[in-house]
């Protein structure tokens, strides 16, 4: 059995995981990066991270030949610090969160004249993400729905404008996990809404909403939804098991809700975007120990 048998649809996967950074994040880094770079402003790149922003960043800034300091949150998972310094990016850990790591990278550039890459204001990290919607629309004819993980917001709006621009029937859905659900709050408050953060899913967390991203998944999103932490190492199993796809729990994400959505979707065409697969090996463990969707 596939995805497509299980969940009663024509299942699609838009793999953003194969990729020296195991994630979508480089698209929107580089673009930001180069821009600054031709403005005649970088002199390095500076962001605030939960981790896979940072390898983007890193990575982009290695390309470019600009150092990259990358602000983490206390406690990061261990394997995207490890990335990030491979790429060549100086690791600060520092805050109890994303938002207030975030604050530390903004002094730190503002201290150095350095160019400060924020993962949710920034327009050109927008514009990459962008690139993965254009791809799905203009790969797959006939898209009923799209769904995206959502952690900042940048790759749901990126992807609902692109993708929507050229096939206007697609809906785009954006999942959050209910331990961290600010965006989704704010998506259905139509306004910024605080929250704080409890999941181990630090793709797609955040505290404090951006107002440029959440402007965009307003007028460029359909539907913002949620999925439990048990659920998503539920369908992390599911993946590896039917989809043959290793993915870090926020991936995970888009085939939790939509097995959860599965009637609704049924005999329909739907694009699970996977955006992520920077996981350790004690997170593999927790999703192999749990069971599979539906309880397998």
Known sequence: MGLSDFLGAQVWLKVETISPIASFKARG??????????????RGAVTSSTGNHGQGVAYAA??????????????SVAIKKRMIALFG???????????AAKEHARNFAEERNATFVDDGESVAM?????????????GLDGIDRIYTPMGSGVLASGIGLS??????????????????????ESFHAGKPVEREIDTFADCIVCRVPAVRALDGILNWVDDCRL???????????????????????????????????REEIKGKTVVLVVSGANVDSGMIARALGSPQLGGA
């Open 29 to 42: 880094a580089l673009n930001h990066i180069l821009l600054a770079q031709e403005a005649g402003s970088c």
């Open 62 to 75: 290695k390309m470019v030949g600009v150092p990259a300091d990358i602000f983490l949150p206390l406690n």
């Open 89 to 99: 990016g100086t690791v600060h850990e520092i805050g109890r969160d994303i938002d």
């Open 126 to 138: 927008i514009e990459g993400a962008a690139t993965v919607g254009l791809e799905i629309a203009e």
């Open 163 to 184: 993708a929507r621009n050229r096939q206007e029937q697609a809906e785009v859905i954006a999942v959050q996990s209910h331990g961290a659900p600010a965006m989704y």
């Open 227 to 261: 999925v439990t932490d048990d659920e998503l190492l539920s369908a992390m199993h599911s993946m590896m098991v039917l989809g043959h796809l290793l993915v870090e729990p926020g991936a995970a994400s888009v085939l939790a809700r939509a097995y959860r959505d």
